[in-house]
């Protein structure tokens, strides 16, 4: 196969195929002959072009995306661990409550609530914040990105569209009240 195709063969290929295409060229840049070392070279320059091409669509495709949507698009490839779905009803279940006061209703300690929650967010980063490396944020900012916190009260609440994806995907035990009812209590 020649060069150019397989440069036009790049996209389709899987990710394994592609590692094993990096390591031979890679291999041949440093010990083939001259005509070779070019072609590895092109070959490693558009392995690179290519997972550039396909990290931009992926961050056009989540920046179109609600974080409701994220939320969905991220739970259902890498679903929540026991943990993280204890911190996730304990949420829904009891808003407006700190997160001393959700730490407790888990039955851990010292602020375990939003270690849990904030690493939760962490590890799935790449979806829910889908920018750049050097634009990082850190766990406990990660979790402003599904809660609202009130100031006054220090109480946390998951931001609505997030919990009806949160609910659809089973988490949270108790019926949330209506407005209308919240206001009337």
């Not at 592609?18 to 031979?24: A, T």
């Not at 990082?136 to 599904?146: D, E, N, Q, R, V």
């Not at 609910?167 to 919240?182: I, V």
Request: aromatic share 4%; proline share 3%; charged share 30%.
């Amino acid at each position: 196969m020649s060069i150019d195709k397989v440069i036009e063969s790049l996209p389709g290929m899987s990710a394994k195929n592609r590692e094993k295409l990096k390591f031979n060229a890679e291999a041949m840049r440093d010990n083939g002959k001259e005509g070779q070392a070019e072609n590895a070279e092109r070959v490693l320059q558009a392995l690179i072009d290519v997972a550039a091409e396909e990290k931009q669509a992926r961050y056009d495709d989540l920046s179109a995306m609600s974080m409701a949507e994220r939320v969905h698009d991220v739970f259902i490839t890498s679903p929540a661990t026991a943990t993280e779905a204890k911190a996730i009803t304990a949420l829904i279940d009891n808003p407006g409550k700190t997160a001393s006061e959700l730490t407790a209703i888990c039955g851990w300690k010292t602020q375990s609530w939003q270690t849990y929650f904030g690493n939760m967010c962490k590890k799935r980063e790449a979806v829910l914040w889908p920018d750049n490396e050097t634009d990082s944020m850190t766990a406990s900012k990660m979790i402003g990105l599904l809660v609202d916190e009130n100031e006054e009260a220090s109480g946390l609440t998951m931001k609505p569209d997030v919990e009806e994806i949160f609910r659809k995907m089973g988490h949270g035990t108790k019926r949330r009240r209506s407005k209308a009812a919240r206001a009337a209590a």
